[in-house]
């Protein structure tokens, strides 16, 4: 499948088509800086002087560039399809080697962060657990009452940036008896993903 | 197990024939029981107090006391009786009868004693969904399994029962099967220790 | 195979199975032997199953025998194939397996007793693994099936499965009744017990809070005379004393209120705040009906303030009446203390006169009154003096009954002291007693059970030293296996090598011959040869591999006839067709039993 980008996007891109390989590599360079740490001015600004251009252009080509890349992701675009796109919008050859050289390396991370985007509610992180007894409470000096205490971390993801995840510690406790059914309910759901049915629904969709 | 001095002297005064009549002392022991077990105010008991309010009054907190003493201190009743036959003056009877009534009623009162405290929310059951995911918002193409976990939990602040939700993919939920199994594999090794 | 044999034959003699000296091997066991071994483990594992130990005579009784002795072993979770041939028509490798499963069954009560916990520590860690398991076989159950957050077992006992009923530990200050010091309270306090004071049962607020409340209650009855004890007693205890003072003010005020007769201010106090609501209440009815009765109302209100002050007027009238009365009374008080001052004097002065009347009649005749009086002093001195040495003779001996009963007294004080004592430390001692007594039987019984589960002695170094031999032929094996792997690894490494070298260096040939077949004959022909030899060579190591195939599967086969001999069909299958005869002969002389009954 080709990506069909609109036309605002295009004429943004259209600024690298013409310049040389190594000004592009530079831009790959700025579009990664803006993935992970967000826009850049001062960059920019320094970019602009030496092609002797508006700093704005400069600015829309780097988020062009990102947002080429990030849809192609989004897509899930094979190498072969987004060489065509690449092509279908005027970069030369060695633009585009260049281009796949950089959508190759980044497509996992992005592909990785934009599964994450998608829902913010709490994600199970991590559990640690202990076993005791209670041995004596204020009100009932002699007992053995097996507990086991949970301590669930829960991940919430809300953007790209890596500073963003929150954490939250959920202290839980049951006993013996409920342990074993707890593990028994979620050893039960694990097996029904591999269920002959929800293979079939896993092949349908695809 | 340790009784204050008023207690104490309640309990004597409970073990006096002269002081309180039997059929007045079983009365005694029927109602604290109610009260510990079933959380019923003792009516009979207000009855018995038109004479000699102050006595009645003085043994039955004196009987609830002690009752609840040696529930909370695991007494073993042998000890108990000989406790009541030489250090309150209990004839032989009554102190068999207190006895028998704490040994008939004991894992009673100490699962109510055992009410009392705070702990942290009790896990007591767990529900899943298990959804496909097709399509988001910023992804075309997803194409994974998504559960959706909800602990049941009971708090010791209200009656009713909350419960805690978090999403899991399918290995995050493999990574918490393991360590769930791993616990359990522990309490089973602890109980054929 | 022959370590496990051993170690089966070893168990089936532990578990009581008459297996003679010379029997080392499963394979000379015979179906009577198998069928005993196989109950007497069933036996052990399951006592009361009441199979017969040996084979009866009868066909069908002998099935009916084996068929419940693999259903048996199918309880016990067997998951191989059984059934009543197993035992009756056995093959080695079956029964092997049937036995290992059974022995590894054999509950190892000997094992775990030595591990009987002693001490604190033990018994703890034991009872927790008793709850644990307690809590781990008892099934799940949903929340509404439990009562208040606790599952109570069929024995009585009970274990917490959830939280959702716990109450906070909240107390409240409780007001007992003290009857042993009676005496010290006042008529008051006593009245406030007997009558007002609620049973500590209703003094709670929440029926949570009791059990907390007795607790605390019992708590603080300890620790306070420690408290006071140690000079502690801080500002927080008046206060509270004075606040628990005003609780029960306030507690009793209902029925203060009620009852007449009892002039306290704080009835007093009551009855005013009453008269205040009431005024407040005719107030607001005169504002209703104001418009219409004004006039009336104003007249009315002049009488009545004319009443009022008349009222205030004679009030004040009457204050003063009372002032007057009080100061006419005191007065008269003061004049009645005078007047029996006054004759307190007379009588006195009335008393000198006498005296002095009597000493104006002696003096007439004053020296023989003199002296008479003189003789009677003296007189009355020897008097004297003869009742102090007789009051002298009588005290002495009294004096010294006294000291004696005194000292007679004390000593038997301090030898009754002496004998509290000496019973306080009996009893002490006999309780002590008691409790060692106590401790002693619990251990005995305790000993007791740990030492009938010891008697039974098993073998283990002999097991020990087995497997320890069986895991050292298991590596010699091992080692075996990976040499020869290894070896074939390297050839087949050879071999691939080889078949590449011949790849290629047929193409090179021919490659160069194919270009000069062109030009040459007898390149031509010379390519020819090569094509047919290089076709015969691999028809030869194809016929090779063939071979190699065939011999393969002439060991497996040689192995399946080996295994197959191994359950011994034939001797089974003459077994079996001798025990149909008998059968069908049993059932014939059955019938003609049935007919000639007919």
Not at chain 1, 153 to 165: I, M, N, P, Q
Not at chain 1, 183 to 198: N, P, Y
Not at chain 2, 17 to 42: M, N, S, Y
Request: proline share 3%; net charge negative; aromatic share 6%.
């Amino acid at each position: 499948m080709l990506l069909s980008l609109k036309d605002d996007q295009k004429q943004h891109l259209s600024v690298l088509i013409s310049q040389p390989t190594n000004v592009l590599q530079d831009f790959c360079k700025l579009a990664l800086d803006f993935l992970l740490k967000g826009p850049a001015p001062k960059l920019y600004q320094t970019a602009a002087q030496k092609l002797s251009v508006q700093p704005e252009i400069i600015r829309n080509a780097v988020e062009g560039l990102v947002n080429l890349i990030v849809e192609s992701c989004r897509h899930q675009l094979s190498d072969l399809d987004f060489r065509d796109s690449v092509l279908t919008l005027g970069f030369t050859e060695e633009h585009q080697e260049i281009l796949e050289v950089f959508y190759k390396e980044k497509k996992q991370e992005i592909h990785d962060a934009l599964s994450r985007l998608t829902l913010d509610l709490p994600h199970y992180y991590d559990l640690e657990w202990r076993f005791e007894v209670q041995l004596a409470s204020r009100a009932l000096q002699h007992q053995v009452t097996p507990l086991i205490t949970m301590n669930l971390t829960l991940e919430t993801k809300t953007a790209l940036a890596s500073g963003s995840t929150s954490r939250k510690n959920v202290i839980l406790q049951t006993d013996p008896t409920n342990l074993v059914h707890i593990a028994q309910v979620l050893e039960e759901a694990l097996r029904d993903s591999r269920s002959q049915h929800s293979r079939q629904i896993q092949r349908s969709f695809k | 197990m340790e009784l204050c001095v008023d207690i104490a002297a309640g309990l004597r005064l409970l073990g006096s024939p002269t002081a309180i009549t039997e059929d007045c002392f079983t009365k005694l022991l029927d109602a604290a029981i109610c009260a510990i077990v079933d959380g019923q105010k003792a009516t009979n008991v207000s009855q018995l107090c038109n004479s000699k309010g102050d006595a009645i009054k003085e043994c039955y907190a004196a009987v609830l006391s002690f009752l609840i003493e040696a529930a909370r201190h695991d007494a073993d009743p042998d000890t108990l009786s000989d406790t009541l036959l030489q250090d309150y003056n209990f004839n032989a009877q009554r102190s068999e009868k207190l006895v028998g009534i704490y040994r008939q009623h004991k894992t009673k009162l100490q699962a109510a004693l055992s009410h009392i405290g705070t702990n942290a929310p009790h896990i007591i059951d767990a529900s899943w969904t298990l959804d496909y995911c097709v399509k988001t918002t910023s992804l075309e193409q997803v194409g994974s399994f998504i559960y959706l976990i909800q602990f049941h939990t009971e708090s010791c602040e209200e009656d009713c029962v909350s419960s805690v939700k978090f999403l899991c993919t399918q290995e995050e939920l493999q990574d918490l099967v393991w360590k769930m199994r791993d616990a359990v594999r522990h309490v089973e090794k602890i109980a054929n220790m | 195979m022959e370590e496990v044999d051993n170690i089966i034959i070893h168990s089936l003699r532990q578990v009581g199975c008459d297996i003679e000296e010379d029997v080392d091997s499963l394979k000379h066991f015979s179906t009577e032997l198998i069928i005993e071994a196989a109950v007497r483990c069933l036996d052990v594992i399951h006592p009361g199953l009441g199979l017969p130990h040996s084979l009866p005579d009868s066909m069908s009784a002998r099935f009916r025998v084996g068929a419940s002795i693999a259903q048996a072993c199918k309880n016990l979770g067997y998951s191989g194939d059984i059934g009543y041939q197993t035992f009756l028509y056995s093959g080695e490798t079956d029964i092997r397996r049937v036995f290992v499963f059974l022995i590894e069954k054999l509950p190892k009560e000997s094992e775990k007793s030595i591990v009987e916990p002693i001490g604190r520590i033990g018994l703890l860690e034991k009872a927790v693994s008793e709850t644990v398991k307690k809590q781990l076989t008892s099934p799940w159950l949903p929340r509404y099936c439990r009562r208040r957050g606790i599952r109570w077992h069929d024995d009585g006992t009970w274990s917490r499965e959830g939280c959702g009923h716990h109450q906070p530990f909240i107390s409240c200050n409780l007001d007992v009744p003290k009857t042993a010091n009676s005496k010290e309270l006042s008529q008051a306090w006593r009245e406030y017990y007997v009558h007002h004071l609620p049973l500590v049962t209703e003094q709670v607020s929440n029926r949570h809070q009791l059990l907390p409340s007795l607790i605390t209650l019992n708590a603080k009855g300890l620790l306070t005379p420690l408290q006071q004890a140690h000079g502690v007693t801080p500002n927080w205890e008046t206060s509270g004393i004075s606040q628990q003072l005003t609780e029960c003010i306030t507690r009793s005020l209902d029925g203060c209120s009620g009852a007449p007769g009892k002039e306290s201010t704080l009835t007093a106090l009551h009855i005013q705040d009453n008269d205040k609501n009431r005024r407040k209440e005719t107030n607001s009815r005169f504002v209703l009906s104001e418009k219409l009765q004004f006039t009336k109302r104003r007249e009315k209100e002049e009488e009545m303030q004319l009443a009022r002050e008349e009222m205030e007027r004679l009030k004040q009238c009457l204050d003063s009446l009372q002032l007057d009365v009080n100061k006419l009374t005191v007065k008269l008080s003061q004049i009645t203390e005078e007047k029996s001052h006054e004759e307190r004097a007379l009588r006195i002065k009335e008393e000198e006169q006498t005296v002095k009347k009597r000493t104006y009649d002696l003096l007439p005749d004053a020296d023989s009154n003199l002296s008479a009086l003189q003789a009677s002093v003296e007189s009355s001195a020897q008097t004297l003096v003869v009742l102090a040495a007789q009051w002298e003779k009588h005290r002495a001996p009294l004096l010294a009954q006294y000291r004696d009963a005194r000292e007679h007294n004390s000593n038997k004080a301090s030898e009754s002291q002496k004998k509290v004592d000496a019973l306080r430390n009996l009893r002490e001692k006999s309780r002590e007693l008691g409790e060692e007594v106590r401790h002693k039987e619990q251990l005995h019984s305790q000993l007791v059970t740990e030492y009938e589960k010891v008697t039974k002695d098993i073998n283990r170094s002999a097991y020990t030293r087995r497997i320890m031999e069986i895991i050292g032929n298991i590596a010699k094996q091992k080692e075996d296996i990976d040499k020869v792997l290894k070896d074939t690894k390297e050839l087949q490494k050879e071999i691939n090598n080889l078949t590449g070298q011949l790849d290629r260096s047929f193409t090179v040939a021919d490659e160069l011959i194919f270009q000069d077949a062109k030009r040459d004959e007898t390149a031509r022909k010379a390519y020819k040869l090569l094509a047919t030899l290089h076709s015969d060579c691999s028809d030869l190591v194809q016929m090779v591999e063939e071979t190699g195939a065939t011999v393969r599967e002439i060991r497996d086969l040689e192995e399946q006839i080996e295994t197959e001999s191994a359950k011994n069909v034939g001797a089974n299958l003459d077994r079996i067709s001798a025990d149909l005869h008998q059968m069908k002969q049993e059932s014939a002389a059955l019938t003609a039993q049935l007919n000639a009954k007919s």
